[in-house]
């Protein structure tokens, strides 16, 4: 699914390469640390999936099926009954994960806490009372200084008032209050991207922490995410100042415990790779990892 301004597309009516964009996820990496965005957004260093990332990967696409049953039937049970079928299907696509388990007993246990956060999303609300627009939508849209926001919005709820609520859902691991932050920063750039797309402002962001079972709920306002497109094309900016030089920074913090990279970190007495040059077509594209988290 897709929600665009324009998508570009070439004078012989093909889609043209995407152009770079900045995205939630990478927007939040440089903030976080302008050394971690290059490595993944600029030398795009493969980083080998845990099981908690998978198992979001896995729940966010049993909750997006789950929308795509008949409203009756989106009970516990049902949902339950997705989880193998979509973990069949991701490892048919990626082999690899397959050797996250090389024991039954781990696979079981894995499974088993998927389906705790299944659960866990049953006692937020009742899907069958639901009619989402839409479910994983690819938004994208230009903001006046020319920057190109691009991400994922898990899901996207329009009341018949024409209310509209941006829906995300959390299965990580890392402590809430860590993640929070990041978690409202990514929560405005969706609402700053649906504001621009459709002249209306979301009513509410709601972050639905399914292992905690526990939902945030937040009302963005037009000065709020006026301040906040600012900030993104600060952002952008000084991503593209960093881009030129290679010159970007380790910032050591508590999330580094999270970093896949901290043998090439030099906070941590690595080296980097060698600067490779700016990327094109997009260094700002998100993965999947990104949103299982
Ligand atoms: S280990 Fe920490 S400082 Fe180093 S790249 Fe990762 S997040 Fe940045």
Redesign the pocket.
Known sequence: MTDTATLPTSEAGTPAPRRPALSPSRAGDFK??P??YR?RAVDRLPETPTPAQVRGIVVHAVLEELFGLPAAERVPDRAHALLSPVWQRLREERPELAELFTEDDALASWLESATRLIDGYFTLEDPRRLDPEARELLVETELASGVLLRGYIDRLDVAPTGEIRVVDYKTGTAPREIGEAKALFQMKFYALVVWRLRGTVPRQLRLMYLADRQSLTYTPDEAELTRFERTLDAVWQAILRAGKTGDFR????R??DW?A??AR?P??GGTPPEYPGWPEPDPGEETPLDRAD
């Open positions: 976080q640390c050394l971690l490595f380790p910032n050591k913090s999330l580094c970093c990279h901290q970190c906070a941590f």
